[in-house]
């Protein structure tokens, strides 16, 4: 009997074929996250997460839905959330608005998308703006640590308002390297003393308050030679025993190029994907995969199976009650209620 469903897939268009719901009933999927190539309006998402859950009703339906430059659904009311820095800018000039601004954003965000059925969003970022960092870029909030937490945490509570979990990333910091993990296998070369002192602190800070966290693609020599998404060392041994995390955490996209060379060596997705589960990760993501076919998808299914009968990976029950905890525990509140709802117009009056 499956015990654990590790697998955050995708599909390619608007609404599920027959191969896309064979794969959303496999026992070793955990959901699916959605991309703008999935949307065209309102009605469409709903019925396309409606469809979902009827095929599962624990599948976990995720999106990078974070503000700025990464918001997939932006039309048909769907409210232009701000880059976080733009946040940052506003503690610089008052602290307590701008940890009310977050606060507010993170309820929009949430309710927005849990109007459509949408269960999680892939948000806050946590990783400090050093200032050389083109993927991360505006996505950070500020470059002080200190000031990274707080506003995430008020963040965090708007989603909490909206009944929405949360997901830390890029576990330990992905903002001081300059190089792209979509494309490139960036490698910060600090000490585990100044990593810890800088970008991972805001991860102790908020070990109660995260729900989930994502590792980074990124390799750090001096901690481990392995990436940290793929790393014992930092996912058992340092964001949960020294840090204190106790939530669900994801791996980042097995397809991205940081993904694709564990030990020196060029691996496939079933390959990444158990060395990821076997370094602590409770869900892998695969992305992208669908648009041709999906027979990438189909491979990383039956390869995790064979895996598993084979011990390559076990099955983990505390990593289930994870990944069950990040379905909300409340119903959303329907598009038309929550456009009149008092809390949301007050939330809109404090959005930047």
Partial sequence: MIQHAPLILDIAGLALTRADRRRLAHPLTAGLILFARNWQDRAQLTALCADIKSVRHDLLICVDHEGGRVQRFRSDGFTHLPPMRKLGELWMQDALAATNAATATGYVLGAELRACGVDLSFTPVLDLD?????????????????????????????????????????????????????????????SLKAILADDAAPYQWLSTSLSSVMPAHVVYPKVDARPAGFSSRWLNDILRAKLGFGGAIFSDDLSMAGARLIDGREVSYT???????????????????????????????????????KHGWH????SESRRLALLPAKPAMPWDELMTDSGYVRALDFLL
């Fill in 130 to 190: 050093w200032g050389g960092s083109g993927v991360i870029g505006d996505r950070a909030f500020h470059g002080d640590a200190r000031v990274v937490t707080l506003l995430a945490k008020s963040l965090m509570h708007g989603l909490l308002l909206s009944g929405m979990a949360n997901c830390g990333k890029h576990f330990p910091g992905h903002g001081f390297v300059k190089a792209d993990s979509h494309t490139d296998i960036p490698i910060d070369r600090r």
């Fill in 271 to 309: 390959q990444a994907a158990v060395a990821a589960l076997g370094a602590g990760c409770d869900m892998v993501l695969l992305c992208n995969q669908s648009v041709d076919g999906g027979q990438a998808v189909d491979e990383l299914l039956d390869g995790l199976a064979e895996a598993s009968l």
């Fill in 315 to 318: 099955f983990n029950p505390a």
